[in-house]
């Protein structure tokens, strides 16, 4: 150790700069000192073999007892800031990165991940619920306070228990619910074991990427289609290749199982997200067969399938086919509220049994009395009925909104979409520029988004907006649309000029 | 499309084989009787071209209304089962994957992806909380109505707004309330800009993974050490290499900077989880030194850092040196309760900018009552004199756990650690097992941890239990280590025998 002797005066002095703030507690006074003399040190003003104030003359000089100044000493000897030694008190030997160039460190942090550098910022996932932005629920008209009368009573409950992790898989009392939810409402045929919780739907698309899938594995996804799907592939370091979407569906040309065989496929087909088409029969079929040949497991995001508006509910692909490769995803954040972040996962059978090891070293559990709320709010009708008031009110609606294009609207257009859920989808003529018109519109305080931006590779058809109508009032959508039709008009206009 | 005629007769001999379960709703007998004739149609028994009976016939012999079941056979239509047209009602010509062989299906299974395989089940993670077990706050001791206030002060406060995501990063409130209670209470420098919200820490390791390694790149991690970091590593398709821990904390030889040089480094420098020790200054200084020299970034998980039971708190790594490359990361689940899963993670400054579009896209926020709840509880103070309880209280049980063991634990052994936290490190002599012993305690309603399993290559000083007196009474400890001196006695005499 180097023994560059330094006087006790100027530490002292500098010690003592300014004075400590003294509150009630002595803890704090010592915490005080001990950053103090800590910074210092770090910043080279103490340098290497420094000699500190004794501690008798140091606690006097501040003002504090003796045992305050031992233990900052103690402490600052334990993390081997200093070294106490009969000889006295001394900084001990230390190197300090600090002290090179701030540049020279800039230049060495290192670099962030490649999948983080694959995403670009976007307005789309912006914090807000204007008017005419998909994918809100009618968020005023959630029972708060029944929901907040199950979440009391499960704190009652379980008591202190619930404090604890719970079941790494979720509530058995949730997963149980679920299952017969599924079952009656969707056709989709589980036991609780095959069902995860989870954090609503992106930690659904998450999971399944992470469990049956390797980096630089290819998947598919539509196009347009999802964001958080391919958020999800990027983040998995896939490979993702866009497949189209037309009326009936996602559609795969025969060769791309062949020439780009994917390890995994997304898809939405009760309700096409975002141009609300659904997959037929046959091709629902034909998807699963294939897969099963090539190796390939299937994402069933069931998006907005519960607000069937025309005609009785789409059942779901995954109870189609026995032991078909379907991991089938649903979320709770359109049917009860986004903030509450609980969805869930069906896996096969057979994966749920590989997988549960795992499942259950990666996964923690917990949000206990939410969970066990939901099922108590599923399991006594609450559920079903929010879900039919819903129904019955966005089928309302879309009807207004329906109208409020039909008259308002004057441009050419074509409405797709519409047998379920929150949102229409209009394509616009090319002459007029989708995300001009969305941006133009926030000035006005609603939000459409442009159908152009759920497109990987975006095709002429794919300019359009998709106009959520789950949060907005019927009396809205008259001013809102005649609002959209000037500023489509203009936009049109300004392409001429 | 085939037309395989056949008659209308067996087909509605098949349909009205079980009558329809009638209650007050016609939904569920419409839902009934299109999981009749699809399931029929699934599974072959009505074929391609398959004509249906005409839907007035088939009202009439089930006793439904003509209503009902046109809307059925609408949405078979729509769904691609049947063709309706003026010759009648058809089957569609579908694939039928299910026909084929079982055996061939589940050969044909796609793989689940290699990480899953990595992994093998463990019981340390079972969702108990019994005596002993390590990583339990005393959950009875939570103060859950004064919790509960504060919960319900948000959903009143905050309202129907509080249904909708919120920031991505995580409630503005909350995170300036972590970044003022950081800086006092650790010596953490940062803006809340720089805060990120996660499920509780293991999601705040996941988190730091995808932001700054590639698949492949290699990450160290202590050994012993925290089996999250470990699972979390191997989750991000990472290289894992185990350093040693000794009681100066992680400890790097010279030359694996440079033979396994790391792009990450997971260190839990306060209170190394599971041997206690805390790592030097001259470590930490070095750690970062070299961090910033090779390019690796510096995971700096400050587990157990809030219950320091001797002398002042050890400070974070994270406000040693100015742009130091450490995320830290930091959980509510011992401070607060398990199930809440709400943590936190402090990016440095240039990371949480190149980050945030990313993260963004990637997070979703939610959870917003018991994040606004949470940042009401630490901005009053509760926190802090809830922590404050806590340390004394763990203080107390530490010191009962010590005196059992120094009267009752009769086989050689030290005990290590315990300067903050809520467990206490017992290494045994190696003719004995520590695994045996803590799988003998369960029978015994105690759930000590074997030391040798937080260990990636166990050495013979590994040997040992890791118990926890965080949720055990001070009255237990006496007949809990008699008990345990009872099974190490007899596993050391079987070891012999």
Redesign the interface.
Known sequence: MPDAEAPAGPVLDLLLETPLVKDRSG?SL??QL??RI?GAI?DGRFPSGCRLPGSRALATALGISRNSVT??Y??LG????ITLSRQGTRV???????SRP?AA??A??????????R????TL?A?D?LPLRPG?PA??R?P?SAW?HCL?RA?RQA??????????LGEPALRAAIMRHLA?AR?VRCEPEQIVIT??A?EALTLCV??????GDTAWIEDPGY?GAK?AML?G?LDVIPMRVDD?GLSVPERAWTTQTP?LVYTSPSHQYPTGA?L????R??L??R???H???IIEDDYDSEYRH??????AMQG??????VLYGGTFSKTL?????LGFLVL?D??AA?????L???L??????EQLALAQFIESGQFSRHLGRMRRLYKRRQDALRAALTQHLDVPHVVAGG?SGMHLTVRLPDDCLDTRIAEAARAFEMAPMPLSRFALRPLPEDNGLVLGYGNTSESLFVPLVQRLAKLIAADRQEGKG
Do not use: C, M
Request: aromatic share 6%.
């Open positions: 803890a010592q915490r001990h950053q800590r770090l233990a900052v103690d402490l334990a993390e081997g800031y001990s030997a230390l190197e300090r990165p600090a701030r460190r800039q060495a942090s290192p670099p962030v991940a490649r999948r983080a550098a995403i670009r910022d976007s996932n914090a619920n809100v968020l005023a959630f708060l907040k009391d704190v008591g202190p228990s619930g404090l604890w992790y719970g079941d790494p009656v056709g954090e609503g992106q992470r469990l049956v899938t390797n980096p964001r958020t983040g370091d009936s390890r659904v037929t029969a046959a091709r079929l034909d699963i067969d897969a099963q040949r190796g390939a497991w025309a005609g009785e509910l789409v059942g189609l086919v026995p032991d078909a490769p509220f986004p903030s509450l972040r096969p057979a994966l590989k997988a549960a090891p795992w259950r070293e990666t923690r559990g917990g949000h206990r009395y047998d």
